[in-house]
T-cell receptor, first 112, second 108 residues
Framework: EAGVAQSPRYKIIEKRQSVAFWCNPISGHATLYWYQQILGQGPKLLIQFQNNGVVDDSQLPKDRFSAERLKGVDSTLKIQPAKLEDSAVYLC??????????FGPGTRLLVL | EDQVTQSPEALRLQEGESSSLNCSYTVSGLRGLFWYRQDPGKGPEFLFTLYSAGEEKEKERLKATLTKKESFLHITAPKPEDSATYLCAVHLANKFYFGSGTKLNVKP
C-alpha cells in the first residue's frame, strides 16, 4: 500500500511570496490533516478535512493560509503572502476510521 | 496553556540501558493517546494507541502504558537504531494535540 505523498519536499522563497504544497492521501482514507511543525516542536494542527468538507480550521491563519481538498482526495495548502515565521515543515496526514494517522514525509519551507 | 507535556526533552542512553519517557496531559475527556516515532527529515511514524487507564501496548523493545493523567514509553535494552524523537499526541473532541517530543540518542 502506497503511503502519503507530498510535494515538493523542499521550498525556499522570499517573504511576501506565495507558495503551495500538495498532498496525495492513502487510497480510501477519508480524513486528511495538515500540520505545521516548527523546528524543535511537535506538529500543530492547521486544518482537518473529512472527505472534501472542513471539520476544523480553528488554528489556520486564514488571512494568509488557505487549503482545499477537491473531490475528497488530493489536497493543497497555500500561503500568500509568506512571512519569516512560516518557516517550518508542513506535514500531511491521513486516516481511515481507526484514528491512526499516517504521515507523509513533509515539505520543508524556508522563508528568507 | 500546553495540553501535552513531554519529558525529558532529550535523553542520552548507552546501548542496553533501559529508561522511560513521560507524556503528561491536562485535558479531560481524552479519547485516545498516541505515540509516534520521528526520524530526522521524515514524518512521524505511528507506534501505539492507548484508550483507557491501565492499558498497555508492546512492540519489540517498546512498551507504552497509560494512567489517568500521563503515559510512559518504556524502552528496554535500547539499540542505536532506536535513536529518534518520540512524540505523544492526545485526541480530544476531534482535535489532536502533540507534545514537543523527547529526542532519544542511544550510543553503542
Amino acid at each position: 500500500e502506497a503511503g502519503v505523498a507530498q510535494s515538493p519536499r523542499y521550498k525556499i522563497i522570499e517573504k511576501r511570496q506565495s507558495v503551495a504544497f500538495w498532498c496525495n492521501p492513502i487510497s480510501g482514507h477519508a480524513t486528511l490533516y495538515w500540520y505545521q511543525q516548527i523546528l524543535g516542536q511537535g506538529p500543530k494542527l492547521l486544518i482537518q478535512f473529512q472527505n472534501n468538507g472542513v471539520v476544523d480550521d480553528s488554528q489556520l491563519p486564514k488571512d494568509r493560509f488557505s487549503a482545499e481538498r477537491l473531490k475528497g482526495v488530493d489536497s493543497t495548502l497555500k500561503i500568500q503572502p509568506a512571512k519569516l515565521e512560516d518557516s517550518a515543515v508542513y506535514l500531511c496526514a491521513t486516516e481511515r476510521v481507526t484514528e491512526t494517522q499516517y504521515f507523509g514525509p513533509g515539505t520543508r519551507l524556508l522563508v528568507l | 496553556e500546553d495540553q501535552v507535556t513531554q519529558s525529558p526533552e532529550a535523553l542520552r542512553l548507552q546501548e542496553g540501558e533501559s529508561s522511560s519517557l513521560n507524556c503528561s496531559y491536562t485535558v479531560s475527556g481524552l479519547r485516545g493517546l498516541f505515540w509516534y516515532r520521528q526520524d530526522p527529515g521524515k514524518g512521524p511514524e505511528f507506534l501505539f494507541t492507548l484508550y483507557s487507564a491501565g492499558e498497555e501496548k508492546e512492540k519489540e523493545r517498546l512498551k507504552a502504558t497509560l494512567t489517568k493523567k500521563e503515559s510512559f514509553l518504556h524502552i528496554t535494552a535500547p539499540k542505536p537504531e532506536d535513536s529518534a524523537t518520540y512524540l505523544c499526541a492526545v485526541h480530544l473532541a476531534n482535535k489532536f494535540y502533540f507534545g514537543s517530543g523527547t529526542k532519544l540518542n542511544v550510543k553503542p
